[in-house]
């Protein structure tokens, strides 16, 4: 979780399965972060690094979402903010991917040829969104068995977002639709009580895989030794 110049960063993964299979699971990625309570269906998880590697072998939060789906064989989904200015959405079914969402995806490249999201499909220029973002909705509709017959989703995910909205608040209605607990967007609050969510007591912290001390000693031990200034003679 952190908060940059235009707002705040922050991601996680939803599973649909037992805690103890997930918190078993992201210990085996090496995750890095807090792990929710059970919630339904779903257990929320939240990355110490929001933008960056969250787990073992360099994983981003959409890479332990894909093998956590694949290892559990369960529904997972992936939400990433960048600074309340750009959302992405990666969903998985089992060894199966979804097609991902990205508010705000990359130009075409110089040569002019198709830019492609992580996974190879192809992706719109100029911030509109993905190619059929209505196909993304029915994806998510069906996956997670969610009802939505006024198409709210497929509007929310087309959206144009004005300067009194933000990324947040698109994520928050995009969770409504699919059932799924919102406060991931209060999730900066962490290691405190999440505002709208579980107390602190409800929450496992995982470094490198490992809770408590040694996950704190094993999370330190894996991060890039900063160099000692210099002293004058």
Do not use: C
């Not at 929450?203 to 895989?209: E, Q, S, T, V």
């Amino acid at each position: 979780m952190g908060e940059g110049v235009a707002g705040l960063s922050y991601s996680g993964v939803y599973a649909a399965a037992e805690r103890d299979r997930v918190i078993a699971a992201l210990g085996e990625l090496r995750f890095t972060g807090y792990i929710g309570p059970q919630e339904g269906t779903w257990v929320l998880s939240i990355a110490g690094n929001p933008l960056g590697k969250v787990a073992g072998q360099k994983r981003r939060i959409h890479d332990v979402a894909r093998d956590l789906a694949a290892t559990l064989d369960v529904v997972t989904l992936a939400a990433e903010v960048s600074q309340d200015s750009r959302l992405r959405v990666w969903a998985f079914d089992g060894e199966d991917a979804l097609p991902s969402y990205d508010s705000h995806p990359p130009e075409e490249d110089e040569a002019g040829g198709m830019a492609l999201d992580d996974f190879g499909n192809p992706i719109m220029s100029g911030g509109g969104g993905f190619v059929d973002n209505e196909m993304v909705a029915v994806s998510l509709l069906s996956t997670f068995g969610a009802e939505d017959p006024d198409g709210t989703l497929g509007e929310l995910l087309d959206e144009d977002l004005g300067e009194d909205t933000n990324e947040s608040e698109r994520l928050t209605s995009v969770l409504r639709v699919l059932g799924l607990p919102t406060w991931i967007v209060s999730s900066d609050s962490l290691p405190r009580r999440v505002p709208g969510g579980p107390d602190k007591g409800e929450m496992l912290r995982l470094g490198a895989g490992k809770p408590g001390v040694q996950g704190f000693f094993a999370d330190a031990l894996r991060r890039p030794a900063r160099p000692r200034p210099k002293r004058d003679p």
